[in-house]
């Protein structure tokens, strides 16, 4: 199996990635807490950067408008520690994959194929995705398989982030192409104009993105890309994506 046919074949790692982001047993963690969802979210997800400035969290994100980002992120540190956040929101993960994935069967080498594709990937210039693959993978395989479905989603948007900056693609025109519906709620007053030269941009942006990640994706065997694509599947399923 190509590198491109094993990333086209497990997409779905992205929504299981990010399913937990607004889970209802997520935002109750958050609240007790002391931090509403946005807030949880920003905060949790941006966590394992540190207690850093704004700044920093708008260039590991990217999309989101710097004003937002500031807003939400400095209101939020007040009520707890980034680092504290990042950790307990990574749980609420591994909650989640304990509650969904505990009866699939062959999901441990799901877990072995998804480690090696993140290891083998450097992480230079990959803030968000060095931090969130820097904190502990639980022992036990549903929670496992969740915290590496979540690294991969990071690894693959940090990765098209970096190749949307090089291709000259301003987050907002992305959006605009992407998914224009959801400006607003990213910070922006306005959708941007966008031109046939940046949609063509973009294009390159996604093709720059599959071939940046070939490599990771092209380190495992035949055995590891389909035990990669069934765990995909088998948790799509489980989670009803």
Known sequence: MQSTEIM?????????????YFHPDTVA?????????????ILGRGGVLGDVEAGVVHSAFGYFHTGLIDKIWNSARQVMAPRDAARLYIDCAHQL???????????????????????HVEGASL??????????????????AM?????????RGSVHLLAQTACGVPTPVAHSIKRPGDVAMFGYDEVPEVTDDDRA??????????????????SLSEHQANALVNG???MAHALDL
Do not use: C
Not at 127 to 143: I, K, S
């Open 201 to 218: 941009n973009w294009h390159r942006a996604e093709e720059l993105t599959d071939e940046l990640l070939m490599p990771a994706y092209a």
């Open 29 to 41: 963690a958050g609240k007790e807490a002391g931090l509403d969802g946005f807030r949880f979210y």
């Open 8 to 20: 086209r074949a497990t997409e779905p790692i992205y929504r299981i990635g990010e399913v937990f």
């Open 97 to 119: 994959g304990r509650a969904k994935f505990s009866d699939i069967a062959g999901l441990d080498e799901f877990v072995a194929a998804a480690t090696q594709i993140i290891n």
């Open 127 to 144: 803030p968000l995705f060095a931090g969130v693959r820097a904190e502990p993978v639980p022992v036990d395989t549903p929670a496992a």
């Open 147 to 155: 915290h590496q479905a979540m690294v991969l989603r990071e690894m």
């Open 232 to 234: 995909t599947a088998m």
